[in-house]
């Protein structure tokens, strides 16, 4: 068990570029979670899949945004025709049903 | 007014010293309840988790909640230099968690 694996740690791009993260969860955990961190804030929740099933999108997830869990396993999460706002850490975390949340190290985006 | 509030400190305390935490909630469906730490530029770490109201301890941690008052706390006993972090609490009903907005503490060797 490595725990929760995300990639790319860092990313910078220009606005207007498109960008997609990746999260390996902890195997057998079939819950997944995105969740956005701004500098002096809390985590933030964006979506969450139980198995390959999105369940819940929060607002804060514009038609730009798009997350995909195929087959129940990693998870993607795009951001199209990025936006200086959208500078902040993408964090993905991961359960067994209702039990903890475990985190992984997060994707930091700069947006220049 | 948001749902998990936690006074964003920061909090500077000599090493040896308790470390105190707390947040207040508003939504009565909260049930789980979490500490995090989380250092700079890392992804938030699970400290503590807890469902009932009452006392839990792990090491030097120890979480309170009470759930009556709405109300939860992470003490830090003998604390050390690498302590010094954000601590986050969360807590959620049934799948989403709820974050406060994280308390900085230094603790100064």
């Known amino acids: 068990d490595t725990g929760v694996s995300q990639d790319p740690r860092h990313k910078i791009t220009k606005r207007g570029q498109n960008v997609t993260f990746r999260c390996d969860p902890i195997?057998?955990?079939?819950?997944l979670y995105w969740y956005r961190q701004t500098l002096g804030q809390g985590p933030e929740f964006l979506t969450y899949?139980?198995?390959?099933?999105?369940?819940?999108k929060s607002r804060l997830l514009s038609d730009r945004f798009s997350a995909e869990r195929p087959k129940g396993s990693f998870s993607t999460l795009e951001i199209q025709r990025t936006e200086q706002g959208d500078s902040a850490m993408y964090l993905c975390?991961?359960?067994?049903?209702?039990?903890?949340?475990?985190f992984g190290q997060g994707t930091r985006l700069t947006v220049v | 007014q948001k749902e998990v509030e936690q006074d964003p400190g920061p909090l500077s305390v000599p090493e040896g010293a308790i470390v105190s935490l707390n947040c207040t909630y508003s939504n009565s469906a909260f049930q789980y309840f979490m500490w995090y730490r989380q250092y700079s530029r890392k992804g938030p770490e699970l400290l503590m988790y807890t469902y009932s109201s009452g006392n839990k301890e792990d090491g030097r941690f120890t979480a309170q909640v009470d759930k009556s008052s709405k109300y939860i706390s992470l003490f830090i006993r003998d604390s050390q230099p690498s302590d010094s972090a954000t601590y986050l609490c969360?807590?959620?009903?049934?799948?989403?968690?709820?974050f406060g907005a994280g308390t900085t503490v230094t603790v100064r060797a």
């Open positions: 899949f139980q198995n390959e099933a999105q369940l819940e």
């Open positions: 975390a991961s359960s067994y049903q209702g039990a903890e949340a475990f």
């Open positions: 969360a807590m959620r009903g049934d799948y989403k968690l709820s």
């Open positions: 195997s057998e955990h079939n819950r």
